[in-house]
């Protein structure tokens, strides 16, 4: 039965898992300090680059010990250095439950022709880490964008590992808490959880990573925006904000802006209290209906920041054009932008939680999800 439409709409309808909201004080005159014109290398560039550099790692609460540097093409960059410099040296394991984790997994066994195990798990599911041989190097998504299905915690990594843990945590990092003791290589980029800009990546290394680089050449040539030693050292400077090309400082500026916003919600833990209190709204609305339920099979694995949903209810005849058509009613009253599903995962919607989105606005779309919902239904009785 059609409902009426709600009174109160979001007042940022922006839900989009990338590039995702901006923070919610944004505007662009507080871009107005970057250098603009002025070479990177420069004091004032190299200043606002190690800027954020130590301000990732003092919010993140990055170990001493491990560099933090920027790198070009974004997690995407971030995460093809770290595979084409260091795998190769032992045997892989490839762990994917989703699009993003299925791609890394095509690089490693189609392009590199790596001897590696794959492991994989359909969306809604995740990969059991007890059954996964550390000893060789591994390579996971901390977060499923596209499935909303989370690594729980670290706890199945062994402190004594013998291989590598490649984890893109693009879509974690600044809303989840990542254990960087079972961590040799983390990357995620600016546009997700603190709603910067693309471009860049981020790439943490661990001594241990560290250490694999300075002793082992891949058989593969590199290219210069992936190699990241010099004469068989770690090229230090990449870790200072020297960075390999050069980057938009715009885009920098954007991100010490998203930087201080975080200090002001409380770091780390006020950014994780944020996408938990949006995403209980969400597992809360799902939980009170019998249409709507979380992708993610396993509570424990449920996604604070891409959260998945899929309809449940049997009298949807077409999932996708189902999932499409209230996607787009959203769209149309401006309610809720970009939250259909990703285009390779199951039908449904994906709403993105992390910090940058005010609870208020996913209060305020949540209604709105419902109407789209009975509407849908009722023009698909209708147009039988
Ligand atoms: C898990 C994951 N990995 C990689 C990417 C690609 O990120 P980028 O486009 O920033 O390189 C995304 C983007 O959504 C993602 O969610």
């Not at 394991?93 to 590696?116: C, P, R």
Request: charged share 25%; hydrophobic share 45%; aromatic share 8%.
């Amino acid at each position: 039965m059609a409902i009426d439409a709600p009174v109160t709409r979001p007042a940022n309808p922006r839900f989009s898992s990338g590039p995702c909201a901006k923070i919610p004080t944004f505007s662009l005159d507080k871009l107005s300090d970057a250098p603009l014109g002025r070479s990177h290398r420069a004091a004032i560039g190299k200043e606002k680059l190690k800027a954020a550099i130590d301000g990732t790692a003092e919010i993140l609460g990055i170990p001493e010990g491990y560099k933090v540097g920027i790198v070009p093409a974004s997690d995407t960059g971030a995460v093809e250095m770290a595979m084409w410099s260091m795998l190769g040296a032992r045997k892989a394991t490839m762990l994917a439950w989703e699009s993003f984790g299925a791609g890394w997994v095509t690089d490693v066994v189609k392009q590199l022709k790596i001897d590696a195990e794959v492991k994989e798990a359909g969306y809604g599911d995740i990969v059991d880490f007890t059954e996964v041989d550390f000893d060789t190097d591994v390579v996971f998504t901390w977060n499923g964008t596209t499935s909303g299905v989370r690594v729980p915690n670290g706890d199945a990594i062994p402190a004594d590992r013998a291989g590598l843990t490649i984890c893109d945590a693009t879509s974690a990092a600044f809303a989840q808490d990542l254990p960087w003791d079972k961590l040799d290589v983390v990357t995620f980029s600016w546009q997700k959880v603190l709603g910067g800009e693309a471009a860049h990546g981020m790439l943490v290394l661990s001594p241990r990573a560290v250490e694999r680089l300075e002793s082992y050449t891949p058989a593969w040539p590199l290219p210069k925006i992936f190699r990241m030693t010099k004469g068989g050292k770690l090229n230090e400077g990449i870790f200072k904000g020297e960075t390999i090309n050069t980057p938009s400082m715009l885009a920098v500026e954007d991100y010490l802006v998203a930087l201080d916003w975080a200090r002001s919600v409380g770091g780390l833990k006020g950014l994780m209290a944020r996408a938990d209190a949006n995403a209980q709204a969400i597992w809360d609305f799902c939980e009170s209906r019998d249409w709507i339920a979380n992708l993610a099979n396993d509570p424990a694995t449920r996604s604070n920041t891409s959260v998945c949903l899929k309809f449940t209810d049997d009298r949807i005849s077409d999932g996708a054009a189902f999932a499409k058509a209230v996607a787009k009613r959203l769209e149309k009253e401006g309610v809720g932008l970009d939250l259909g599903a990703y285009r390779d995962a199951p039908a449904g919607l994906r709403i993105w939680c992390g910090g940058t989105v005010e609870t208020s606005d996913i209060e305020a779309l949540l209604p709105w999800i419902e109407w789209a919902y009975e509407a849908e239904i009722a023009a698909q009785a209708q147009a039988a």
